[in-house]
């Protein structure tokens, strides 16, 4: 194998292994911090808490709504409705509601986004 395409070699796979982690963080984030903080904030009904906030994870079916359904290279924040700085709002406003249930649906909505928009940050290095 020639130098360069030695090196380009060693490029895409360095590049492979960046997006296996950038994957790992991403579904991390997604399937095991809620879990986390159902432990944390929980207190007794933290099984519950972990339901809902994984649940939460519905609101990516607005993902339906675009054409290509899927697309690696884009980034859902701003671009899919329940994704937008607007729904961010109406899932901040849940938080103020006394009811443990929809804070919980608050917090799984908000940790998504932070979620989405660091694979966002991961995708453009
Ligand atoms: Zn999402």
């Keep these: 194998m020639s130098p360069i395409r030695g090196a380009v070699a060693r490029c895409d796979t360095m590049e492979h292994g960046f997006d296996i982690f950038r994957h790992l963080i991403h579904y991390g984030c997604h399937l095991l911090v809620p879990l986390a903080f159902a432990r944390l904030f929980g207190k007794d009904r933290w099984r519950g808490a972990a339901v809902i906030m994984l649940a939460t994870m519905c609101i990516?079916?607005?993902?339906?709504?675009?054409?290509?359904?899927?697309?690696?290279?884009?980034?859902?924040?701003?671009?899919?409705?329940?994704?937008?700085?607007?729904?961010?709002?109406?899932?901040?406003?849940?938080?103020a509601v006394p009811e443990w249930r929809v804070r919980a649906v608050s917090l799984g909505c908000l940790w998504h986004l932070a979620t989405d928009f660091l694979d966002c940050l991961l995708g453009r290095l």
Excluded at 74 to 82: A, K, N, T, V
């Design 60 to 95: 990516d079916l607005d993902h339906l709504m675009a054409t290509p359904v899927f697309d690696a290279a884009r980034c859902s924040i701003g671009f899919h409705p329940l994704h937008t700085l607007w729904a961010a709002l109406v899932y901040l406003t849940l938080a």
